[in-house]
């Protein structure tokens, strides 16, 4: 999630007489913020800045089964909750009104009499399931108020949903199915080992179901369960000694075989069907050398909607099932496309889209005409987004030779000389720099002339399976040094300014953010740290337990003592002498995945060089800062970090 983006509405100080109230103003922070050695900020830099914190943004929920109306997820006022919105271009109706972000409202597939979303507390991801009754109004949770319940996925008759729950012992993830008009009716199916299981789909019969099992992003296997009996069949197996990963996975109509997006004999994710009798793969895009992102199946089975990743942004395809064709997709604007949905009843695609130029909003596509509908417009704070910087490809050589690749965005040209340089890094470490909507980034970019890289370093997604792997375990530093390598590329490139770079991150991108700081201290400005493992032995002891043995499998195995003197000689604790450049460390009191003792350790280290460190922690986040009050105080810290340290 990005700390980037929100609404807040400061609260000035005033001080003395009106005339020096005005010179002398400032933003007072909420009860909720823990600030130390952060600059009291002045208010006239928050009102420069206030305009780049009004930007919205709205994703697809879910359709009506039975009229052409969705539910969205926008946020109106400090959170997201869950808007109603009857056609394209209609007003956002809200529904849900929480002091928490809402998530995941799917109607009930039958009549949408109500709807089913989720909800946790303060960021602690421990998600709980509602029911909203349309008609009344009424809310009413569904699951234990303890347990952490994720997922989600209706039978064909609409009657039973199958998730995940951590409520047998807080680690593990097992199948329960309940009727949501009856909460009495929740049982559970499956007991499991592991924190990476989850429900995919009902087969047509709604007799089974299809499960996923996630061991990493190169390893995941694909299981059948009786829903009335619990036993399990396994449905894929490895290809020889190399792991195979499963990613989406949905029943064909005649529940005969499955479809799946897998990298099974390819460096890339590719749409498969899976014939259940013989288990043999038919590839469907053998002919596309990107990855498949995500998949979704037409309730008549007609039609595959799909989406690949091709060099970052996304191409959605139309796959024709009965003659085996694709149909052409009228063109969209390079960005990114995701949350596919078919709407029951009529032959349309929804689907949530965002560039460089425009905030995510739903779409729907009517594949009988071709048409392309908007069905919300997020609000830009009143500013022409016409402008706004479009991403450029770069790539440069690392230390051993490998291609690195990221996407920069360059100031205006009415910025004369060497610009100073922002280098953003991507957390996962599993996931991939996109060019998606800058939202409050554009004041960098626009206003103070700074130019933002995010690079792809090695273990990023979408540059196929053997990438993903080139930074496991014993070989982390290797993503330290492609860091590295672009510093190199920038001091050579001529338009950028070596003398000038902060580096910054949010998780995995904090971590890398430190390391560098560690390993170039000479050669960056300052740095910023946003919820970022600080040693990954102590994360992966303090860690969630639901996510602890999947996070092993990408950084090594703590209790194994020749990885644990690794991790701990390479630790940014460990090295915090190293850091001598001004620091800004931000972190959520309740985050599950990376403790709050993970950025206090950094902090209380590098304090002891005589470093400036400045500390900023919400008590009422989590992994990053969701409520948009705590999001602009951190815009306009970082605002004031920047000007400070990278600037001057």
Do not use: C
Not at 45 to 62: E, G, I, K, P, Q
Not at 85 to 112: E, H
Not at 138 to 145: Q, R, Y
Not at 303 to 312: K, S
């Amino acid at each position: 999630m990005s700390p980037w983006r929100g609404l807040f509405l400061p609260v000035l100080l005033l001080l003395g007489t009106t005339s020096l109230a005005a010179q002398h103003a400032e933003i007072a922070p909420t009860d909720n913020l823990v600030i130390e050695q952060v600059p009291r900020i002045p208010a006239a830099l928050a009102a420069d800045v206030d305009r780049y914190t009004n930007f919205r943004r709205a994703s697809l929920s879910s359709w009506h089964p039975t009229k052409r109306e969705m539910l969205i997820n926008t946020r109106f006022a400090d959170t997201a909750q869950v808007h109603h919105v009857k056609f394209p271009g209609g007003d956002r109706t809200q529904l849900t009104f929480f002091r928490d972000g809402v998530s995941g409202a799917s109607y009930q597939p039958a009549s949408g009499d109500y709807f089913v979303f989720n909800k946790d507390v303060d960021g602690n991801e421990f998600y709980q399931k509602f029911r909203f009754d349309v008609a009344t109004g009424a809310t009413a949770l569904l699951t234990d108020g303890a347990s952490r319940n994720t997922g989600g996925v209706w039978s064909r008759s609409g009657d039973r949903l199958a998730y995940g729950s951590t409520r047998r012992n807080g680690q593990d993830v097992d199948v329960w199915i309940m009727n949501p008009a009856d909460p009495t009716s929740d049982r559970l199916v499956a007991r499991l080992e592991g924190g990476g299981w989850g429900a995919f789909d009902w087969s047509p019969d709604d007799r089974t179901l299809l499960v996923r099992e996630y061991v990493s992003i190169n390893e995941a296997h694909l299981w059948l369960i009786d829903v009335a009996t619990g036993a399990r069949t396994r449905l894929t197996e490895k290809d020889g000694a190399e792991p195979v990963a499963y990613f989406g996975a949905q029943f064909g109509r005649d529940g005969r075989g499955v479809y799946v997006t897998t990298d099974r004999g390819s460096e890339f994710r590719r749409l498969a069907y899976v014939d259940l009798a013989t288990k043999r793969h038919t590839v469907l895009t053998a002919h596309i050398r990107w990855d498949v992102d995500e998949f979704r199946l037409s309730w008549d089975g007609q039609w595959i909607a799909f989406v690949t990743n091709e060099e970052g942004g996304s191409v959605l395809h139309l796959l024709d099932l009965r003659s085996g064709s694709e149909r052409p997709v009228p063109k969209l604007p390079l960005g990114l496309i995701g949350g596919l949905l078919w709407h029951r009843a009529h032959p349309e695609l929804g689907f949530t889209m965002t560039s460089a130029r425009s905030p995510a909003d739903a779409y729907s596509l009517d594949v009988s005409t071709g048409r392309v509908e908007r069905w919300t417009h997020s609000e830009t704070g009143g500013m022409s987004t016409e402008s706004f910087a479009e991403p450029h490809i770069v790539r440069w050589k690392s230390f051993d030779g490998l291609t690195i690749s990221g996407l920069l965005y360059r100031p205006p040209k009415r910025f004369a000389g060497k610009r100073p340089v922002i280098i953003d890094i991507h957390g996962g470490p599993e996931v991939q720099a996109r060019p998606g909507f800058q939202g409050a980034r554009n004041y960098f970019l626009n206003d103070l002339g700074v130019a933002i890289l995010y690079p792809n370093v090695r273990g990023s997604a979408g540059y196929g399976k053997t990438f993903l792997t080139l930074d496991n375990g014993f070989l982390r530093e290797h993503a330290y040094r492609d860091i590295g390598a672009l510093l190199d590329w920038i001091a050579a490139l001529g338009d950028l300014d070596a003398e000038r770079v902060m580096v910054t991150g949010a998780s995995y991108g904090g971590h890398m953010t430190l390391a560098v700081a560690t390993y170039y201290p000479d050669r960056i400005r300052a740095a910023l740290d946003v919820v970022g493992p600080s040693n990954l032995v102590t994360f992966l002891e303090t860690t969630a337990p639901y996510r602890r043995d999947l996070r092993r499998v990408e950084y090594g195995d703590e209790r194994d003592p020749r990885m644990r003197e690794f991790l701990n000689r390479i630790a940014p604790t460990n090295n915090s002498a190293k850091i001598v450049k001004p620091l800004f460390v931000v972190q959520g009191g309740n985050d599950p995945r990376v403790p709050r003792s993970e950025s206090e350790q950094m902090v209380a280290a590098v304090r002891k060089n005589g470093t400036p460190v400045w500390y900023l922690m919400a008590k009422d986040e989590g992994h990053g800062f969701a409520k948009k009050a705590n999001r602009d105080f951190l815009l306009y810290a970082t605002v004031l970090f920047v000007k400070e340290y990278l600037l001057k």
